[in-house]
C-alpha cells in the first residue's frame, strides 16, 4: 500500500535508481515515478482510509452497531458509556496502522491533560504551560525532522550512518498543534473541567483524527456532556 507521496531529494534519488547510495531503503521500499512523484511503497504496511473497504463495510457498521445497542440496553450513564465507546473505537481505529504507535498517542493524550491540569491550578502556569509546548514540539520535531537532519548530514560528510529511519506516526501534527491549543486555553482559563475520557475522545475522535481538521475544544467537548 502506498504510504509516502513526494518529491523529496530522497526520494527522487532512490526512484531515479540510485537505491545503491541508500542501501538500508531499498530492501523494504518499491519505487514508482509516475506523475513526477517518488512514491513509496512498504511491504506490509496499511493505512486505514475513509474510503477504504475495511472503514465502510467492517468498522463503521460496527461503531455504528455499538452505538445503537447501547440505547437500548443502558439507561443510567448513557451518556458515559458512549463516549467510553467512542474513545475505544477511535483507539481501534489509530491503531488498525500500527498498534504500537496507541502507546504514543495516549502518551502525548495523558501528559497534555495532566499537565492542562497543573496550568489551571498550579501558581507557576506560565512555567507549565511552556514546558507542555516544548515537549509536544520535541515529540513532533523527532518524528518529522530527525531522517532529514540526518540525511542532510550524510550527503555533508559522504557517509551513510546505520540507523532505521523513523516513520512518521499517521495524524501527529493535528493531535498535537490540537493539544497546544487546548494548553493555551487552558492557560487563558478558557477551559472547564473535562474528564480524562471526555479528553481522549476529544483528541482521539476518529471522523477527524488522521484527515482533520484540528478542532476547538469548545466546539467539540459539550457536545459529549
Not at 46 to 60: A, D, G, R, T
Not at 104 to 122: M, Q, R, V
Not at 181 to 192: H, I, N
Amino acid at each position: 500500500e502506498i504510504i509516502a507521496v513526494g518529491s523529496s531529494l530522497k526520494l527522487c534519488m532512490i526512484a531515479e535508481g540510485k537505491a545503491d547510495a541508500y542501501p538500508r531503503y531499498a530492501p523494504t521500499m518499491e519505487w514508482d515515478t509516475g506523475a513526477g512523484h517518488a512514491i513509496a511503497k512498504y511491504a506490509g504496511f496499511s493505512v486505514k482510509q475513509y474510503n477504504s473497504f475495511e472503514f465502510i463495510f467492517i468498522f463503521l457498521p460496527i461503531t455504528i452497531t455499538l452505538y445503537c445497542l447501547i440505547f437500548f440496553l443502558f439507561k443510567k450513564n448513557l451518556s458515559s458509556i458512549i463516549i467510553f465507546v467512542l474513545a475505544l473505537m477511535s483507539m481501534i481505529f489509530y491503531g488498525y496502522w500500527d498498534v504500537k504507535y496507541i502507546f504514543l498517542i495516549l502518551f502525548s493524550i495523558i501528559f497534555n491533560f495532566f499537565i492542562s491540569k497543573y496550568i489551571t491550578k498550579d501558581t507557576k502556569k506560565g512555567f507549565y504551560l511552556f514546558f507542555g509546548i516544548f515537549i509536544n514540539l520535541l515529540l513532533l520535531s523527532y518524528f518529522k525532522y530527525f531522517n532529514f537532519i540526518i540525511f542532510n548530514i550524510e550527503n555533508l560528510i559522504s557517509y551513510n550512518f546505520s540507523f532505521n529511519e523513523v516513520v512518521l506516526p499517521l495524524a501527529i501534527s493535528f493531535f498535537t498543534f490540537q493539544q497546544i491549543a487546548f494548553l493555551v486555553d487552558c492557560y487563558r482559563g478558557f477551559t472547564k473541567k473535562y474528564t480524562f475520557i471526555n479528553y481522549l475522545l476529544f483528541v482521539t475522535f476518529f471522523p477527524q483524527l488522521i484527515a482533520g481538521p484540528i478542532v476547538h475544544h469548545s466546539k467539540v467537548m459539550p457536545q459529549f456532556e
